[in-house]
């Protein structure tokens, strides 16, 4: 199917984004969405040359807090589409010319509400297409009004009413383009990931360590390096199940931190202990 003969035809298409301090990233992802009809971009005070880049690719900006909680201004920039289909990305994901071509035939049905897309993930510049995080399915591709994301946590998928479809072309993810980066990805998640079990009233404890600690990263670097073959990823596979590791470490250490910064949290332990004593 031919891009320009799609791009005259109805129903429309719209590009949501969130982004806070992306100028390294965002503009490949820009030119990579050009074919939709608008793009919408939530800034969320970014504090070098983000909004401008975005500007000068012709999307409309809106200029909001920088929360920890991402899917309320994903939520906030989805809900300022116009067009009849909304395309949700990060702004470090791309779309390829075939992806282009599929997206625009997919959303001249009538049969489905939304689509998954493949994301094919990268770390350090390699692609990781083994160990278990490809396809790595992301449902972002929805009809207007359809769909959104729950705003509960970080790595919720959205929700909605309807059928929904696959398509076969992935969508382009610059993870972790460089060790800095990775690092900074490392200590937000894994905070975010710790607050989220605060709030929860998940508290350290032998169980926890020896799970957070040790169980959770060993069990899932074996099973995502060995058995789902994330070896053949290269040095990008050692890198991603580090990662993954780390993150579970990193948690609980925040986790302690918080604790024993409580005093009456450290007494009520103590307490507890003595009258498990025998």
Known sequence: MDTKSTQTLNPT????MLAHNESEVIEKTLQSVQFANEIVLVDAESTDNTAEIAQAYGAKIITRPNLNNLNINK??????????????????????KESQIEILAAIQTTEYNAYFLPRLN????????????????????????QF???????????????????????????????????IRKLKFNAQFEAEHAWKNGVRPSFALAWQWLFWK???????RYIFKLGFLNGFAGIASVTFDAMNFIVRYLYLMEWHRSQPQNRSVKKDSYKRNQP
């Open 75 to 96: 939520n906030i920039a989805i809900d300022a589409c116009t067009s009849d289909w909304v395309l949700y990305l990060d702004a470090d994901e791309r779309i390829s």
């Open 122 to 145: 990268r770390i350090l510049g390699k692609p990781l297409r083994f160990g278990g995080v490809y396809p790595d399915w992301q449902l972002r591709l929805i009809k207007r009004g």
């Open 13 to 16: 298409l719209s590009v949501a």
């Open 148 to 182: 959104r994301f729950p705003e509960i946590h970080i790595h919720e998928r959205m929700v909605g009413t309807g059928k929904i479809g696959k398509l076969k072309h992935p969508i382009h993810h610059e993870t972790y383009p460089h060790v800095d980066l990775l």
């Open 217 to 223: 990263p060993f069990s899932r670097a074996i099973e």
